[in-house]
C-alpha cells in the first residue's frame, strides 16, 4: 500500500496567486513526522516545512504552510503568492516512529507551473 | 560549514559492470540515507543507517544492492553487475539524528547511466 500519496502530477497556478498540493498518507503509528521538500530543475532537494503528528498547530514557513488534518491523514502544503521561481517538482515525505524504523518515505511528487 | 557531497558526480559504465558511489554527509550527522530517482520520478528509499544500529536495508531492490557506512562519516553504495534499469539519480542525505523532526540535507547526487 502506498504510503505517501500526491494524486496530482501536475499543477498551473496564475503568478501571486494561492496553491495547494495534496498529500496524504497512511501509517499506524502515533508519532510521525511530515515533510515537504521542493526540487527545482537543477536537481537539488530543499526543504521546506515540517510537521509533527503531535503538533496541534499548523505549521507555517514564510509563504508555505502545512493543512494538517490528522483525522484525514492529510497534509497539503499551501504556497501562498506564488512566483515564479516556485515552478518546481514538490514531494511530500513521511517519517514514521517505531512501526517504521524512523525512515522517510517520500510521494511520487507534484510539478507545479507558476504562470506570469 | 560543508553540505553533504557525493561523488562521483555522473557515472557511465557498461552493463554488467559493479559502480561504487560515494557519500559524505554533514559532519556530526548520525543519520544517513540513500535514494534513487529514476527521470521524472519521485525518491525510492534504498536503506538507512543511524549511529551503531544496524541498518535498513528494506528498500534495497536487489541483492545486487549494498551499502556501507564506516562509523558516523562515509557511505558506500555498491551495485554489482549493473542492469540498465539501474540507470537513475542516486541521492543521498544526512540528518542530525533519526529523531522525527529533524529534516534531511541532500547532497547533489550521482547520475547512473548504464548502456
Known amino acids: 500500500a502506498q504510503k505517501i500519496t500526491q494524486t496530482q502530477p501536475g499543477m498551473f497556478v496564475q503568478e501571486k496567486e494561492a496553491v495547494t498540493l495534496d498529500c496524504t498518507y497512511d501509517t499506524s503509528d502515533q508519532s510521525y513526522g511530515l515533510f515537504w521538500y521542493k526540487q527545482p530543475s537543477s536537481g537539488e532537494m530543499i526543504f521546506l516545512i515540517y510537521?509533527?503528528?503531535?503538533?496541534?498547530q499548523n505549521a507555517t514557513e514564510g509563504r508555505y504552510s502545512l493543512n494538517f488534518q490528522k483525522a484525514r491523514k492529510s497534509a497539503n502544503l499551501v504556497i501562498s503568492a506564488s512566483q515564479l521561481g516556485d515552478s518546481a517538482m514538490y514531494f511530500c515525505?513521511?517519517?514514521?516512529?517505531?512501526?517504521?524504523?524512523?525512515?522517510?518515505?517520500f510521494g511520487a511528487g507534484t510539478r507545479l507551473f507558476v504562470k506570469a | 560549514g560543508a553540505g553533504v557531497s557525493q561523488s562521483p558526480s555522473n557515472k557511465v559504465t557498461e552493463k554488467g559492470k559493479d559502480v561504487e558511489l560515494r557519500c559524505d554527509p554533514i559532519s556530526g550527522h548520525t543519520a544517513l540515507y540513500w535514494y534513487r530517482q529514476r527521470l521524472g520520478q519521485g525518491l525510492e528509499f534504498l536503506i538507512y543507517?543511524?549511529?551503531?544500529?544496524?541498518?535498513?536495508k528494506s528498500g534495497l531492490p536487489s541483492d545486487r544492492f549494498s551499502a556501507e557506512r564506516t562509523g558516523e562519516s562515509v557511505s558506500t553504495l555498491t551495485i554489482q553487475r549493473t542492469q540498465q534499469e539501474d540507470s537513475a539519480v542516486y541521492l543521498c542525505?544526512?540528518?542530525?539524528?533519526?529523531?522525527?523532526?529533524?529534516?534531511?540535507?541532500f547532497g547533489p547526487g550521482t547520475r547512473l547511466t548504464v548502456l
Open positions: 543507517f543511524q549511529g551503531n544500529s544496524a541498518p535498513d
Open positions: 515525505a513521511m517519517r514514521e516512529g517505531l512501526t517504521g524504523g524512523f525512515k522517510t518515505i
Open positions: 510537521q509533527g503528528s503531535y503538533d496541534e
Open positions: 542525505a544526512s540528518s542530525s539524528s533519526g529523531l522525527l523532526y529533524n529534516e534531511q540535507f
